[in-house]
Nanobody, 121 residues
């Protein structure tokens, strides 16, 4: 089985920074695109950023320049560095990864449990 475990959420003041981490574990064969989504209360889950296995990044327009996604392939870990945080960034942040496990012939999307980020004004 493959699992994603997130860490790094919390409470921060507006203008502050946080770094989220998401570590994949289990019988991992290969990791393809990984990324982060978020969901604020009463709103739909929305894209934050993704990064391909080759390192190409994609950001939602409102996050570009403030957030940085990167990955450590040796550790099967992805990170989301968030800066200049705003109250509207408050949400539960979910990591996901497209992973082919050692016991599967094709990849699947796996999701973390979510981590709360709260930005106070």
């Amino acid at each position: 089985q493959v699992q994603l475990v997130e860490s790094g959420g919390g409470l921060v003041q507006a203008g502050g920074s946080l770094r989220l981490s998401c570590a994949a574990s289990g019988k991992i064969g290969s990791v393809n695109t990984i990324g982060w989504y978020r969901q604020a209360p009463g709103k739909q889950r929305e894209l934050v950023a993704t990064i391909s296995s080759g390192g190409s990044t994609k950001y939602a327009s409102s996050r570009e320049g403030r957030f940085t996604i990167y990955r450590d392939n040796a550790k099967n870990t992805e990170y989301l560095q968030m800066g200049s945080l705003k109250p509207e960034d408050t949400a539960v942040y979910y990591c996901y990864a497209n992973i082919r496990s050692m016991t599967s012939s094709r990849p699947f999307n796996y999701w973390g449990q979510g981590t709360q980020v709260t930005v106070s004004s």
